[in-house]
């Protein structure tokens, strides 16, 4: 794994990729900063939640490449022909990525400094939003992960996992939605409101239970809950655990 | 040691791979042969665990390279028919990385992969990014990479394949050199190649073994008895006609050898009979010289050709 690790977090800086990934985060980051800094106020937490936004594009750009690229040069053989797991390849894959976000958020860390010298606070809030914030890059990379390992092209990789981290961060919206559209078809059957209201409920609750964003909000506010990063951190190991799969299947392929 | 037992591989309603079983043994090259879609590289892909058989058994000394992958695979060398090289890297930082995965001890790098560059002939290169070598020394840093970690077993799919004929020489003796301490599958298009490299040979089409043995043997095997070639200073039709005579020969095929006076005939002695002495004999007896005189056995070619046809 380490060795895995090692050739795709130095990959980053061989290609643009890393230095592209780096240059969106550190320009956004300096930008909110420093709007915040104009004003005399500055809230870490606020610059850590507007960065998650930022998952939608970066997260397609670093992860693209991960297994389309290998199939695409021929170098996918060698985790299959030498003496090493597969899922340690997905492990490995995986750390280097977060390593690079690791590599990003120094840019924050360096604004929490500022913020302390110049006699702001760094709080539990700020310490809360890093935490949800890695929690959720774990969870995003490995999305991106399993769209490289679904399809050779890095065009479409990068596309599914955009379109995926995007459904992700509307899922409440979503949820909403789909509970009115459905309450909506119930009034034309004539059933009762409060029946159609719960049903309404019902499934924009059942939906945006799925939504990471809903479930970490407060820990802004320092308030942290074990369950939420629970379900990142669940979520990101069923994927891995479903990339490392679809790559052992393709060697018992028949077709 | 190689041992492939009843290997099938189905791809859909196709059997790519049909029942295909033959040994590799200690210190000796194969050469590994077939028409293109024989199922060559599938067979390869198989025995490397690249690809998992629908039935039958790989063992790699002795471990089987799905019960024991790990201990299977650390004794095999692979070089596929496209190099897996990372482009973006350059070759010493390549080759450190695949010390790494067939792990290789770390102070052990620096020595293994100056010994592996030197016998390859990169030594000049390893501080260059893949990228920008020539198709020649990638293909000799694909064999670089097979070569790491000293497997007693290499597989090679067209291990020349891009390289000039000076380097081709090489390769070729880099191969038989290691064949000392290793057992070798190499499959070429270069019949040649196969002729002068291998120990023995298997020839595959439509995913079944269709020969198995040693080149001399195969084209014994394919001539029957082999032919003869001749060619002397005389009458070629009296000469002819007294050939026919001789028991034991089926056929006389005469043709002009394109030197005045001389004259080329090709002999087909019955299955099992060894004309020569009789022939020569007559020959003296007669007063015609013989001026050449020499047994015909079928080349690799031929025999290919012959094998696989249809």
Redesign the interface.
Known sequence: M??IF??EFL?YF??PVGYVAMAIFTFISGFIFYSQFATGYVSMSVEIIMLRSLFIIIVPIITMGMFAEDRK??????Y?????ELFSVVTGKFLAAMALYLVMFINVFIHMIVVAACGGTVDAGVIGSVLVFFFMAALFISIGLLASVLTDSQIISAIVSFLFILVIQLLTVIGNYCGTAVSTIMSYMDIASDTRNAVRNAIAGAISWFDPFAKTELFSNGLFSVSALVFCLSFALFFLYLSFRILEKK??S?? | MIEIKNLVKHYGDKKAVNDISFTVKDNEILGFLGPNGAGKTTTMNIITGYLSSTSGTVKINGHDILEEPALAKKDIGYLPEQPPLYLDMTVEEYLKFMCDLKQVPKKEHKKHIEMITDMVGISAVTGRLIGNLSKGFKQRVGLAQALVGDPPILILDEPTVGLDPNQIIGIRKLIKNLSKNHSIIVSSHILSEIQEIADRVVIINHGKVAAVDTIMDLSQRLSGTAKVLMSFSGPAKDVSARLKMIPGIADVYVRNAGNPGEVEITLAPRAGSDVRANVFFMMAKSGWPILEFRSLNPSLEEVFLSITAG
Do not use: V
């Not at chain 1, 040069?73 to 060698?78: C, N, S, Y």
């Not at chain 1, 299959?80 to 090493?84: C, E």
């Open positions: 380490q060795a090692k050739r990959s061989r290609t040069r021929g170098t996918e053989i060698l299959y022909t030498n003496p090493i060697r018992w028949q077709k």
